[in-house]
């Protein structure tokens, strides 16, 4: 259980279009979906969480107008970068806390987009 | 905001040996402390986790110990494998549906 699945899972674009990343929890209800950057050899960066029905919460230096997050459902959270640029290339994750967990805190990540901006 | 620390960045060690790898946070009010492995290319695993009222939780060959006073954690894996060569992060959280802070990263590897 607990599955949470990303498509696609490679993008390559130019620079100046934008992308969407979806992000769904396959075998449960999130309300709330995080979004997660990763440069080679770094950390997870959260970017930002997504509340469904609701505006996301964007982390200091995120800027909102070029990462756009919809929560459209409870199962589906979509990251659209915005006139991509070569320095958006990085691993993009989501992860997702089941709704029925009673606020249990164990996040469950989907296997990640590698975005390519050329 | 809570800032999570973490040492060592890398770590080699024999196999069968121990691994030790330490993280210090800084909120008090982070009470869920998870640790992750993440192979190359591929999205984070739970390997295990703690909660401030459990000094110290333990799963097979790996366990976690967690001072709340001096707010360290700490993960350690014994016996090691060649398949337990991976990233891992450590992080915390002030719990519910609150963010989690991830740690920098140990990269371990375990020598055949």
């Known amino acids: ?118 | 905001g809570e800032n999570v620390e973490q040492h060592p960045s890398t770590l080699s060690v024999q196999e069968g040996d121990s691994a030790v790898i330490k993280c210090t946070y800084s909120d008090s009010a982070s009470n869920y402390f998870p640790w992750y492995k993440q192979e190359l290319g591929k999205r984070p695993q739970l390997i295990i986790d703690i909660r401030s009222n459990v000094g110290e939780k333990k799963d097979q060959r790996i366990a976690v110990t967690l001072n709340k006073t001096a707010k360290h954690f700490s993960l350690h894996i014994t016996e090691t494998q060649p398949e337990d060569s991976a990233v891992y992060f450590c992080a915390a959280s002030s719990g519910g549906y609150q963010k989690v802070t991830f740690g920098t990263g140990t990269k371990l590897q375990v020598i055949p």
């Open chain 1, 1 to 118: 259980g607990a599955v949470v699945s990303q498509h696609p899972s490679r993008v390559i674009c130019k620079s100046g279009t934008s992308v969407k990343i979806e992000c769904r929890s396959l075998d449960f209800q999130a309300t709330t979906m995080f979004w997660y950057r990763q440069f080679p050899k770094q950390s997870l960066m959260l970017m930002a969480t997504s509340n469904e029905g609701s505006k996301a919460t964007y982390e200091q230096g995120v800027e909102k107008d070029k990462f756009l997050i919809n929560h459209a459902s409870l199962t589906l959270s979509t990251l659209t970068v915005t006139s991509a640029h070569p320095e958006d290339s990085s691993f993009y994750i989501c992860s997702a806390t089941p709704a029925a967990s009673g606020g249990s805190e164990t996040q469950y990540f989907g296997p990640g987009t590698r975005l390519l901006v050329l």
